[in-house]
């Protein structure tokens, strides 16, 4: 198995794990609570037609919104979704910040699970799988499995909470230039909760997994870099965060369906590299990563060449 050994006390790790969980059943229910007392009709809720014009102001589209939506039925509907779920989550109280901190929040309970998930598989004798498939031992790899769904779960779920933050601050018309730097630099701290969680556990190498944390980071930091030098749009790559958010819980969905496989004595085909998935698809964003930095910098030469 490619967990790598750990040597943590399990009494001060189940005795951290207490403490971690209270703290972050108890941020999440802070806010909540503030976001329910703090309900208000200050705020102006904006008409669908605006929202959407607002909407692709901020994605940079060419020509009109409402021509852009007529070919592309899919977002009309994904924006009447949108615009629904921020304009209930504004009554209720949220602000666009409280909503980006709980996806924060939601990362780090799914790098936790991911912790738990590899500490669980962790204490499983490492045994051949021949002999492990003889034995009670299999029925111990559904408790990893189980952990890494919901780890896989809840990622995904955060990053459908990341784009609620947008909808919040266009249907109440709250977009303030601190709200969008908050935004991202949240955003960087939710991938380094899970991706870090990936390393530290032992899930992946770890210079596989610092190599994609780092092409993560500087996909963003060249389209910043050029959006401060003048270039107003940079093309959607490979490495956008929806991206690599469902393509690695993908990967923690298919490992953990093989794990409680085990325990009816299913015996996959590869079954030794099914146990380095999360490797594979680590290597695998770590070619998106850096393909699209390779990728922005010639689209960012293309257009300041423009400019100047």
Known sequence: MPIKQLNWDMNLFAFLNLIILVILISSLLIIIIVALRNRTSDFKIIDFKLFITEWGKA????GTIEEWIDTNPFWSRFLKMNYKIGKGLTNLGFSPNMITTIGLILCLFSGWFIILGAISWKLIPSLPIELILLSDIKRNFVEPGIYFIIAGVIYIFSGLVDGFDGAVARVSNRITKFGAIYDNMIDKYSDLAVFGSIIIVGLCDPIIGFLAIIGFFLVEYARAFGESRGVKKTTPTLAERPVRLIFISIFFFVLAGHLIALKYYIFLPYST???YLIDIGMIILVFFAHSSVIFI??????????LE
């Open 59 to 62: 994605h940079q589209l060419e």
């Open 273 to 275: 590299l099914n146990f």
């Open 297 to 306: 910098v010639f689209h960012l030469k293309k257009e300041t060449s423009k």
